[in-house]
Antibody, heavy 120, light 109 residues
Framework: EVKLVQSGAEVKKPGEALKISCKGS????????LGWVRQMPGKGLEWMGI????????RYSPSFQGQVTISADKSISTAYLQWSSLKASDTAMYYC?????????????WGQGTLVTVSS | EIVMTQSPATLSVSPGEGATLSCRAS??????LAWYQQKPGQAPRLLIY???TRATGIPARFSGSGSGSDFTLTISSLQSEDFAVYYC???????????FGQGTKLEIK
């Protein structure tokens, strides 16, 4: 069974750094891309970026380029999303997603979500 | 950048009836279109990919259709567990971009 298990909820202050994680299991971690999707409170889904752990090729949505960093450690089957300086507007639920193996570009598995709250 | 527009924003339907949700793209693209269902407090789950292929374990009452810039999710004979928010999502492979629609809330009438 494919599983994506994300790290727990975080409460941070503006300006602080943060790195959240997503551990994949039940499949070949290096063979599928992993992405991140943001959902602000009461709002819809926004794709942030995606990484192919096999070669670390990473692509970002223009809306998030330069705002976050996506990385992966294939030795422990874990992907990361990090911020160097959080803003209140980063308050949201963040989902880790696995891109399906076909060419359709769908996200066939989702993590449980990590709630990030940024407040002074 | 392709913009995905879903309609209606909210759809009120009685259990047992059918529902048709629309997703329109600002420009035509391949059939790289997926549909997701999200219930309150839960992560979304994949329903349909490639515009018309049901994901593993998805009941046959869910069907997807369309091509070019107009896509539809049809749910026949709504069950109580089907009332949720539905999102469409498009994939473009150059430049790499994944775009979601703003969602349609399917509520009990």
């Amino acid at each position: 069974e494919v599983k994506l298990v994300q790290s727990g909820a975080e409460v941070k202050k503006p300006g602080e750094a943060l790195k959240i994680s997503c551990k994949g299991s039940g499949y070949s971690f290096t063979s599928y891309s992993l992405g991140w999707v943001r959902q602000m409170p009461g709002k819809g889904l926004e794709w942030m970026g995606i990484i192919y752990p096999g070669d670390s090729d990473t692509r970002y949505s223009p809306s998030f380029q330069g705002q976050v960093t996506i990385s992966a450690d294939k030795s422990i089957s874990t992907a990361y999303l990090q911020w160097s300086s959080l803003k209140a507007s980063d308050t949201a639920m963040y989902y880790c997603v696995r891109r399906g193996g076909d060419s359709s570009g769908c996200f066939d598995s989702w993590g449980q979500g990590t709630l990030v709250t940024v407040s002074s | 950048e392709i913009v995905m527009t879903q309609s209606p924003a909210t759809l009120s339907v009685s259990p047992g009836e059918g529902a048709t949700l629309s997703c329109r793209a600002s420009q035509s693209f391949s059939s790289n279109l997926a549909w997701y269902q999200q219930k309150p407090g839960q992560a979304p789950r994949l329903l349909i990919y490639g515009a018309s292929t049901r994901a593993t374990g998805i009941p046959a009452r869910f069907s997807g259709s369309g091509s070019g810039s107009d896509f539809t999710l049809t749910i026949s004979s709504l069950q109580s567990e089907d009332f949720a928010v539905y999102y469409c999502q498009q994939f473009n492979n150059w430049p790499v971009m994944y775009t979601f629609g703003q969602g349609t809330k399917l509520e009990i009438k």
